[in-house]
């Protein structure tokens, strides 16, 4: 648990980042918006430009962010009629230092967020000084999206591969649904040894994963909010 002083300066923070990262947006750019508190505050920044005149067109990485979007009247579109985007913008749950490697999904939006992030020129991060690490998994665990037929028999198969997963649930005891029907599998990620790239590989080789929150190679920078100002990596 953060203290409420804690929490003023994460808040104050992650506003910070979202506006340097909406800051990025120009006149005419199809952009992608994230999901999550980060995101959130970058379509409120984004939504406050297009009210004063910026021309853009975006597509959401959820239904939350799609929602909020059209609430602050930002014209929205999807890939029949935007075949690329010039810059997404996302937060992350964990960036590794050094490499840029992120983990994704703890909002459970991970599968639409990479879709859109592939389709993007640029990927700009957004996040508190929380999220930096040295080791992916240090904080986080990795959200694996899986399909709910025989999702018992592929988490079990994910703990032959070596990744100590627990099925996501909701309050009411049932598993949470992703925005693509899915289920979302959290899985520990061992601290001593980790091959990220290699990790990757044997979970997109996996019958009944969809899509797993690691993003390798993806961003093109990383601002991180701070307690005065922001710092942008890349
Ligand atoms: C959602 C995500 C989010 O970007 C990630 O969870 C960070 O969220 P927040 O900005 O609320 O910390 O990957 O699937």
Redesign the pocket.
């Known amino acids: 648990m953060s203290t409420p002083e804690q929490a003023n300066s994460t808040d104050a923070a992650?506003r910070r980042a979202a506006v340097w990262a909406a800051s990025q947006v120009e006149d005419g750019m199809k952009v992608g918006l994230?999901?999550?508190?980060?995101?959130?505050l970058v379509i409120e920044e984004v939504g406050r430009r297009v009210a004063e005149g910026l021309r853009i067109t975006a597509i959401a990485?959820?239904e939350a962010s799609q929602k909020q979007a059209l609430g602050l009247k930002i014209p929205m579109s999807d890939f029949a009629h935007l075949p690329q985007l010039d810059l997404t913008i996302?937060?992350?749950?964990e960036v590794q230092e050094g490499t840029l490697y992120l983990i994704?999904?703890?909002?459970?939006?991970?599968l639409r967020?990479k879709i859109v992030a592939i389709a993007s020129k640029k990927l700009i991060i957004?996040?508190?000084p929380r999220?930096l690490v040295k080791t992916l998994g240090a904080v986080f665990t990795l959200?694996v999206e899986i399909v709910p037929f025989g999702f018992e028999t592929t988490m079990r198969r994910l703990k032959d591969l070596g990744f100590d997963c627990e099925l996501r649930m909701n309050d009411d005891g049932k598993p949470f649904v992703t925005d693509g029907q899915h289920y979302i599998a959290h899985c520990k990620l061992p601290q001593v040894g980790f091959d990220a790239k290699q990790a990757a590989e044997k979970l997109k080789a996996t019958v009944g994963v969809v899509e797993h929150?690691l993003f390798l190679g993806m961003a093109s920078k990383v601002v991180i909010g701070g307690p005065e100002g922001i710092q942008v990596l890349e």
Do not use: C
Request: zero cysteines.
């Open positions: 992650k994230g999901t999550g508190s980060t995101s959130a990485t959820s996302d937060g992350a749950d994704k999904g703890h909002g459970g939006a991970l967020e957004a996040v508190d999220k959200p929150g």
